[in-house]
């Protein structure tokens, strides 16, 4: 397993076994299902072989979006901030957020502490160049949409990521916010609808940017079509803790 290095009282570097952090509670049904997503992904037989997690469901950081639409982000930074710096004080060794939409922050808090983030948004992007991806159709709500957290990650990667229309946007956002985020499983026939609309845009497959639609992913059967995020981001999770990723 690797080792992280950390200075002892007299400066020395000492090991430090990695250990995650998650900062989630965007929302915490999501944070469920990524901590699942890492279990189902580590190779491990028994408690001593999974990687050591420090999860923190912050259900108090303001809501992403409305804090992005009316600009008004300045308590939801110092939340986060506050969050990753207990999860750093805590001994973690690397920070994943489950949460799209908070990653408008997310390189502005990595230059206050010193362990690194798992930017999800990006590493996504990589992983679509990787399968040989060219032009992903984008699921995500409107503050990750408005700032185009996802055009601009996949466009340096030499993607061309597309929004859907507004129209489609708004059934992307009931699922989100009217259906998942109130315990609910999930409309069937409005992701129908999306599917339809996502298949006049041309597009070689589909990111689920928002978590909510990782758990609506974890409650229906998808298609590979959909790209989900989070769960690059748990199985990146496993392979910067030193594990060894299980085949599912």
Do not use: W
């Amino acid at each position: 397993m690797s080792t992280v290095k950390t200075r002892g009282a007299k400066g020395a570097r000492e090991p430090r076994e990695p250990k995650l952090g998650v900062l989630g509670g965007m929302g915490p049904q999501a944070t469920q299902v990524f901590y699942q997503y890492v279990l189902d992904r580590t190779e491990a037989s028994c408690d001593q072989e999974h990687l050591p997690a420090l999860i923190l469901s912050d259900t108090g950081v303001p809501d992403r979006t409305a804090s992005i639409l009316t600009g008004n982000t300045e308590p939801m930074y110092q939340r986060l901030l506050a969050d990753a710096r207990l999860l750093e004080e805590c001994g973690c060794t690397v920070i994943a957020i489950p949460c799209n939409t908070s990653h408008y922050f997310v390189d502005r808090i990595q230059q206050e502490i010193g362990i690194p983030i798992l930017h999800m948004i990006r590493e996504t992007a990589r992983t679509l160049v990787a399968q040989g991806k060219r032009r992903p159709a984008i699921l995500a709500t409107d503050g990750t949409i408005r700032t185009g957290l996802y055009q601009k990650e996949c466009a340096a990667f030499g993607l061309e990521a597309a929004p859907p229309e507004p129209a489609v946007q708004r059934l992307v956002m009931s699922i989100i916010y009217e259906e998942i985020k109130r315990g609910e499983r999930g409309s069937l026939e409005k992701f129908a609808q999306i599917d339809r609309a996502l298949a006049s845009m041309g597009c070689d497959c589909a990111i689920l940017g928002c978590t909510e639609l990782s758990v609506f992913r974890s409650y229906h059967s998808l298609p590979p079509f959909y790209v989900d995020a989070m769960e690059v981001l748990a199985e990146l999770a496993v392979v910067r803790c030193g594990k060894q990723l299980r085949t599912i």
